[in-house]
């Protein structure tokens, strides 16, 4: 973006939505397992995930771009899962939460849990941890929202 | 009359009563008699050999836990459910869970894991290495397969 002299302001429309689209990322209501606990001191008082647009947690997947999925995905919930988030209009995003979503985690070797969902619906970002902090978090919010802006973090 | 045996208690200061499997149902009643009136839980420990099935009797009004154990070479138990109507649920779970066969009990079906789900996955011979899938159709209803490309 360039600044005029005059006060103006001149860019693309591309980048002023993707700027718009990027510091309003509505995430769903939608918590499975302990990592929804983080999920909610995210969204308190002392994170406030509302610094960065985010802290509308919206109780439909029609109103959400963004799905935190947020603790154990077992094999039942997984259609359910899949199904929510073909619920969601485009532009929508995921954020993987916890080593359970990410592989499996401390449930890799049981006969009930999902190893990875990614097997069932495509990741955006994903933020490891058993459970991840609030900080942890909000960074995988930050490089999302960096990741709709086309910047790169390195 | 009902033979049974009582172990020294527990590390949790709860008495254990050893019963027969014909037993059972009448031991439970006497039990029930003496004021045992809410079934905590049920339980059960695959031995390889047999299957061992514990129940935890709680008594509301003096605050007292007992814990009865039977075991079973065949997988079935008689049911319990006409002395405590919470029973249903619990055994409906062993017998998802550990394959246990109650008999007499009202419905007994899988509770957790989705119709046609193969095997009991905490039994010891329940084999890992076939993955199943599960799956749901346009009205919600659950459904188990062994092959990947069903899943989701």
Not at chain 1, 106 to 131: E, K
Not at chain 2, 48 to 62: G, N, Q, T
Not at chain 2, 112 to 119: F, H, I, K, M
């Amino acid at each position: 973006m360039k600044t005029g002299d005059a006060g103006i302001l001149t860019t693309t429309m591309e980048k002023a939505m993707e700027w718009g689209r990027s510091n309003s990322i509505w995430p769903l209501t939608f918590g499975l397992a302990c990592c929804a606990i983080e999920m909610m001191a995210v969204q308190a008082s002392k994170a406030d995930i509302s610094r960065f647009g985010s802290e509308v947690f919206r109780n439909s997947p029609r109103q959400s771009d963004l799905m935190i999925v947020s603790g154990t995905v077992t094999k039942k919930m997984a259609p359910r899962v899949r199904r929510l988030y073909d619920e969601m209009p485009y532009p929508k995003y995921v954020i993987a939460m916890g080593v359970c979503v990410l592989q499996g985690g401390p449930y890799n070797q049981g006969y009930s849990v999902v190893l990875g969902v990614d097997r069932v619906i495509p990741v955006d970002v994903y933020v490891p941890g058993c459970p991840p902090t609030p900080e942890a978090l909000i960074n995988g919010l930050i490089t999302l929202q960096k990741k709709i802006r086309g910047e790169t973090d390195r | 009359m009902v033979d049974i045996i009582e172990e020294p208690v527990g590390k949790d200061k709860r008495k254990i009563f050893r019963v027969k499997k014909e037993d059972l149902i009448a031991a439970m009643k006497s039990f029930f008699e003496q004021g045992f009136d809410h079934l905590s839980l049920i339980t059960g420990i695959d031995r390889r050999d047999k299957i061992e099935v514990v129940y935890h009797l709680h008594s509301v009004e003096r605050n007292e836990y007992i814990v009865v154990k039977t075991e079973t070479i065949n997988d079935t138990v008689p049911s319990v459910t006409s002395i405590w109507q919470s029973a249903d649920w619990d055994e409906r779970e062993q017998y998802d869970l550990m394959g246990i066969i109650f008999e007499g009990h009202p419905n007994l079906k899988r509770i957790l894991l989705p119709e046609g789900w193969s095997g009991f996955p905490l039994r010891k011979n329940y084999d890992l290495s076939k993955v199943q899938f599960v799956n749901m159709d346009e009205s919600g209803n659950d459904y188990a397969s062994f092959d990947p490309g069903d899943g989701w």
